[in-house]
């Protein structure tokens, strides 16, 4: 017969499967954040120009079902603010956001339908001759 300290460590161990669930169904499909953060990134698209200068426009880009916002990441040795400008709208940017020099993956437009033509344009701090280069997922 098993001691009672024993019985109490089995119920217990009982008790905190069923509150919690098996391991196997713990999270559903499609909810696994990181998986979908890596299919997003998965798919980035490199952008260089050989001088950073005044800035640039990267693109055009039509959004995907991979991601649904647009990031980017500065891997320039210099901050940059990018703006998205959805050209068959308009040419204007949408809100600027600042990417600091060796960003990871800024968001720097949300909740994108999948389709949309873009571009990203970059405006550098000050006049750059070092490279901008950056990775947009989308």
Do not use: W
């Amino acid at each position: 017969m098993a001691s009672p300290v024993t019985r109490l460590t089995v119920v217990t161990a009982a008790l905190s499967l069923l509150a919690l669930g098996s391991p196997a169904q713990a999270a559903a499909p499609g909810s696994n954040l990181y998986a979908s953060t890596a299919t997003c990134y998965g798919g980035a698209v490199r952008s260089y120009f050989d001088q950073g200068r005044s800035g640039g426009d990267a693109g055009p880009y039509r959004t995907t079902t991979r991601c649904r916002d647009i990031n980017v990441r500065n891997a320039s040795q210099y901050g940059v603010n990018a703006c998205v400008i959805f050209i068959d709208r308009t040419s204007a940017c949408n809100y600027r956001t600042y990417l600091p020099s060796g960003s990871p993956f800024i968001t720097v437009a949300t909740d994108v339908r999948d389709g949309v033509r873009f571009k990203v344009r970059f405006e550098t701090l000050r006049y750059e001759v070092e490279p901008l280069i950056a990775y947009h997922a989308f």
